[in-house]
Each structure stands twice: as structure tokens, then as C-alpha cells.
């Protein structure tokens, strides 16, 4: 909140200035911050790999497999599934995998 403050006080380009070791300062705590979170969240087992998302992924599909009986809708939802997971750090298209569209 005391980051937000400091900033909503910034209406042009002197006040940052004036404040930009006020900001920066901040900027490092939540940094800080977030690191020992992330580093807690490891320690504890809170993260989850690709590997087991795309784990839970197959269990969501065979779950919507007992309930759909069309294997080219069930193959067209495990890809897209598989593509979303896949971008979240990639650069593959939204819609496409290897190179092919969806």
C-alpha cells in the first residue's frame, strides 16, 4: 500500500524523480518479499511443475471422457489443454501446437 501511496503522489515526471529512491527502496522489499514466498511455497511442495499439471490435465480429460464419447472432441480437448499449459512460458501460439493450428 505504501508503494501505491507513494505513486497516486506522482503527477509528472519531477515528483517520480523526486521520489524514485522512495520507489525503488520499496520496489526492493516486495521483491524480497515475493522471493521468500516463492521459496517458502517450494520448501512446503505448494508448486506444481509442468509435469504434474499435465498430470491433473490427463485426469480432467478421462474425466470428461467418461461423460463424451466422441474421441476427435476428446483428442481436440486434451490438445488444447496441453496447449495452454504448454504457453504459459513459451512462445507457441494460443491455437496451435507444433506449428499446426488447432
Known amino acids: 500500500m505504501v508503494l501505491e501511496e507513494i505513486l497516486n503522489k506522482c503527477h509528472d ?7 524514485s529512491s ?3 527502496d520499496h520496489v526492493l522489499q516486495i521483491e524480497k518479499v515475493v522471493k521468500s514466498c516463492h521459496n517458502l511455497e517450494q520448501s512446503v511442495g505448494h508448486l506444481l ?3 504434474l499439471v499435465i498430470q491433473i490435465a490427463d485426469s ?5 471422457a467418461q461423460h463424451i464419447t466422441d474421441t476427435l472432441l476428446l483428442d481436440r ?3 488444447e ?8 512460458n513459451t512462445t507457441l501460439e494460443p491455437k496451435q ?3 499446426t493450428p488447432l
Open 13 to 19: 515526471s519531477h515528483d517520480l524523480l523526486l521520489y
Open 22 to 24: 522512495k520507489i525503488a
Open 49 to 51: 511443475d509442468k509435469t
Open 60 to 64: 480432467i480429460v478421462r474425466i470428461i
Open 77 to 79: 480437448i486434451g490438445t
Open 81 to 88: 489443454i496441453v496447449v495452454a499449459i504448454m504457453s504459459v
Open 97 to 99: 501446437i507444433n506449428g
